[in-house]
């Protein structure tokens, strides 16, 4: 199942194996699912099914895709049009504490600038 030992111990690895009962979307090369520690009322992680480490491994094949995906759940969701905001962390000091690429989906408020 795993290839690695990175994919063997990675949390989001492991729940994409589970076939994670969470899932909001799922597709052969994409899930989607609430954040565990939301920050707006809706906030989503969409990530690629294959483990990627970050945003320095990623391809355009991976990120054209994705946020394909997340427009659309932006209209599910029902924050298109007020807004929201995507955000990528890309290792330890942009703040990225999976080491599995993953992007966030916020909205339903009122976004501030800076953001941290």
């Not at 063997?8 to 969470?22: M, R, T, W």
């Not at 899930?31 to 945003?55: E, W, Y």
């Not at 391809?59 to 209209?75: F, H, N």
């Amino acid at each position: 199942m795993f290839t690695s030992d990175r994919e063997k111990n990675c949390i989001f690895c492991k729940l994409i194996a589970a076939g994670d009962s969470e899932f909001l979307y799922e597709d052969n090369e994409y899930v989607a699912m609430r954040d565990i520690n939301p920050q707006a009322p809706v906030h989503l992680l969409v990530m690629p099914k294959k483990h990627i480490s970050g945003l320095n491994d990623a391809v355009g094949a991976v990120t054209g895709p994705a946020m394909d995906l997340i427009r659309q759940l932006a209209v599910d969701m029902g924050i298109s049009e007020s807004g929201y905001r995507v955000i990528v962390n890309c290792n330890e000091d942009g703040g990225q504490t999976v080491g599995h690429l993953h992007f966030h989906l916020l909205g339903g408020r009122r976004m501030k600038w800076p953001p941290g």
